[in-house]
């Protein structure tokens, strides 16, 4: 029976060229989707960089199912469940030191407008109220919920909803020209962390809530930080009294090749945000992790029977997302899967390089298990991106792609012999004149 596709208008995409070029998955199972007519396709960004021990797993829907029998569902305000205990228990102990209260939300952006809230009722809780600005990145993506619109640096994301955004200043992206096909980290750019003192000075370091970054930028294509870059600016927040925020929304769970990116990169956030491959895909869940002195910070500070933070969701820890993330949790730890990203990525990158001749190429860059393969731009922004996303579908390969930005990140279960199949597809692909 043909689909009706009238009634579900998508996310993030052109509908009405969706309509006339449906893209969908019907079926998934390790590394590959199936389309509804039984065609093969490559999950190439595992899923949405969810999917990071790849699809189908059994184990977490035996957990799902299960869980779904004993205790469906549970409200969390002033009531919990045990299960959710246990997983903030499993949590902390993957997190850096220190990151060890968490807060639980069913999506990144929810994660990250928790996260400034958060943020702002620890400094009024410490008696500096007027730290209500935050500071963030251009190029950024914080997700789509106002707190994460108004800190995000892609300027198309934020640019239809002036009005209902809140005080944020942006310092500049790490990427140039110069760092072209670097692998790994670019050994220039510390230096550009001084954005934020030049910020402090001008607008007050008095005023700024916290400085959020993703660690990797990644929906932008993958930008890696220059060496020194996230220790300046630790340094930076530290004398200004500001909170470094790290958004691992893609980054955590093992994608850089440890636990987080903080830990990769050796430096500690006060505030972390994670989501998607928290609970594989599977079910929808995100987190916020603080540092112990700042929640302590928030509840000493109120001394009426009231909540101390005035925040929070009906699906906050669902009993069923947190057996999912316990069960994802398992994997990770069973078979190693950090670690396995950690040993992979020299073959990854090496894939990833390969293409570096290719007439689209204009640029590659690569950590971990994760890589942006920028295209030479077209005469549209973002044409030739989309045009690229496409033809690699149609080939069997799925790859994320941001303007004319690809996001290469396959699961980290993926076999060599994938991950040589995927590279093949990019390679014929991107390996044409003509497109
Ligand atoms: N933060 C970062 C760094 C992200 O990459 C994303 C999504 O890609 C989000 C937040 C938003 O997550 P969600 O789409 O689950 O709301």
């Not at 999506?107 to 400034?116: F, H």
């Not at 076999?415 to 692909?429: F, H, R, T, W, Y």
Request: net charge negative.
């Amino acid at each position: 029976m043909p689909i009706n596709m009238d009634h579900h208008w998508l996310p993030f995409t052109n509908n009405r060229l969706f309509h006339k070029e449906p893209q969908m998955f019907a079926r998934a199972e390790g590394v590959r989707y199936w389309t509804p007519e039984g065609r093969e396709i490559l999950d190439g960004s595992s899923g949405l960089f969810t999917c990071a021990a790849g699809h189908g797993r059994k184990e977490i829907a035996e957990a799902v199912y299960k869980q779904l029998q004993v205790l469906d569902y549970s409200p969390h305000f002033q009531r919990a469940a045990p299960i959710s205990f246990e997983l903030a228990e499993a949590l902390s102990g993957i997190l850096p030191e220190g990151l060890d209260r968490i807060f639980f939300g069913s999506s990144g952006s929810e994660a990250v407008d928790s996260a400034i809230k958060i943020c702002l009722a620890y400094h009024k809780a410490k008696g500096e109220p007027q730290r209500t600005r935050f500071v963030s990145r251009a190029w950024a993506y914080h997700g789509v919920n106002l707190g994460g619109t108004s800190l995000a640096g892609m300027v198309n994301n934020r640019r239809d909803f002036s009005g209902v955004t809140c005080d944020v200043v942006h310092m500049r992206h790490t990427w140039n020209e110069d760092q072209r096909f670097t692998r790994g980290q670019p050994q220039d750019g510390a230096w550009i962390a001084e954005d934020l003192e030049e910020i402090c000075k001008t607008y007050g370091g008095e005023t700024i809530a916290a400085v959020f970054v993703e660690p990797i930028a990644g929906s932008i294509g993958t930008i890696v930080p220059p060496v020194g870059y996230l220790q300046k600016l630790r340094e930076i927040a530290d004398k200004y009294g500001i909170l470094l925020v790290f958004d691992e929304v893609i980054t955590g769970f093992g994608r850089t090749g440890s636990a987080f990116a903080a830990q990769e990169f050796g430096v500690t956030p006060d505030v972390m945000t994670m989501a998607k491959a928290i609970t594989n895909g599977a079910i929808p869940m995100s987190a916020v992790a603080v540092k112990t002195e700042i929640q302590k910070a928030v509840i000493d500070s109120i001394t009426a029977d009231r909540p101390e933070l005035m925040h929070g969701y009906t699906y906050s820890a669902h009993p069923v997302a947190c057996a999912a993330a316990l069960a994802t949790l398992g994997i990770y730890k069973t078979e190693g899967l950090f670690e396995r990203a950690a040993s992979l990525s020299s073959t990854f990158l090496d894939g990833v390089f390969s293409l570096r001749n290719l007439p689209h190429v204009h640029d590659l860059r690569g950590h971990g298990m994760m890589s942006g393969i920028q295209l030479t731009p077209g005469e549209t922004p973002g044409a030739k991106g989309s045009l690229v996303q496409r033809k690699l579908f149609d080939e069997g390969l799925h790859v994320k792609a941001t303007g004319d930005a690809l996001i290469f990140a396959p699961a980290l279960t993926t076999s060599e012999e994938d991950l040589s199949m995927m590279i093949d597809v990019l390679q014929k692909v991107l390996g044409k004149a003509e497109l």
